[in-house]
């Protein structure tokens, strides 16, 4: 659980820094259409670092900010790279915003997740989980599922049920 914070809060860090590259290099000169990205970039800038610090401390507002963070980056980023392919400079550079705000809308679904609050927020994690004894709580390495498994079986060939990745790399 460790590892999904520290992910998670590095993420934010180094997406607060793409989007201040990005608020820099769009050419608001074209269009007024990429000064509603402007604004809520820079407003997001703040609320990432914030997110980001007191989810790696642990806080009790570290899993809100980090959601609302990583769901704003992502459509500012989604929106950002249509404008870019529509009006920009580069259709490539376009599509390559919306894959990163596509990856980074994704990255919620483990901050939601039952198991990951209550360890963050330190309470029991046994509580209505039903663990084997050897069973324990793992981390998909494709798309951060959280999974129960018994590491001693799994093999080479075991996937994900959400993705169909490998689980053993």
Known sequence: MFSVTRHVSFLLVMLA???????????????????????????????????????????????????????????????????????????????????????????????NNVSFRRWFEGRNGSENTNLADEEVMAICPHCSSILAVIPSLLSEEDKCPECDGRLVL
């Open 17 to 111: 820094i793409v989007q201040l590259l990005v608020i820099l290099s769009l050419p608001y000169d074209r269009t007024i259409f990429f000064i509603f990205p402007m604004i809520f970039g820079m407003i997001l800038l703040p609320v990432s670092i914030t997110g980001a610090v007191l989810l790696r401390l642990r806080r009790s507002p570290g899993i809100f900010l980090s959601t609302i963070s990583l769901g704003a980056l992502g459509i500012c980023f989604i929106f950002e790279g249509f404008l870019v392919m529509l009006m920009g400079p580069s259709a490539i550079v376009g599509a390559l915003y919306v894959l990163l705000g596509i990856s980074s809308v994704r990255r919620i679904k483990p901050l």
